[in-house]
């Protein structure tokens, strides 16, 4: 299994922005499927956006042209840039990644190996 660490987070008052990061162990340059989810408590972890091997991006409709997914694969370093950021998006952020094909699914089902957590609170 993969090794992720993330960095990044903390807390940011309502409309600000945040980055988060997540260096990977494996070689994501390609087929392999990256994604971002987010847990609060009492709900199930829900993914937040995905993006798949060939290039294409997922988003969930609540963080849609708000959040975007990057990554640097000469770092091994995947990124998600949070702007204009909501009370809501309050959670526990986790990177997570599946080699091979799986397209830009958001079921955490689909997805092997997972960072540790980052915490981000927006503050209303």
């Known amino acids: 299994a993969a090794q992720l660490e993330q960095s990044g987070g903390g807390s940011v008052q309502a409309g600000g922005s945040l980055r988060l990061s997540c260096v990977c162990s494996?070689?994501?340059?390609?087929?392999?499927?990256l994604a971002w989810f987010r847990e609060v408590p009492g709900k199930e972890r829900e993914g937040v956006v995905a993006l798949d091997s060939a290039g294409k991006t997922r988003y969930a409709e609540s963080v849609e042209g708000r959040f975007s997914i990057h990554k640097d694969s000469t770092k091994n370093t995947m990124y998600l840039q949070m702007n204009f950021l909501k009370h809501e998006d309050t959670g526990m952020y986790y990177c997570?990644?599946?080699?091979?094909?799986?397209?830009?699914?958001?079921?955490?089902?689909?997805?092997?190996?997972w960072g540790q957590g980052t915490p981000v609170t927006v503050i209303s």
């Open positions: 997570a990644q599946a080699p091979g094909w799986i397209g830009n699914s958001l079921r955490k089902a689909d997805y092997d190996d």
């Open positions: 494996r070689n994501i340059h390609s087929d392999i499927a």
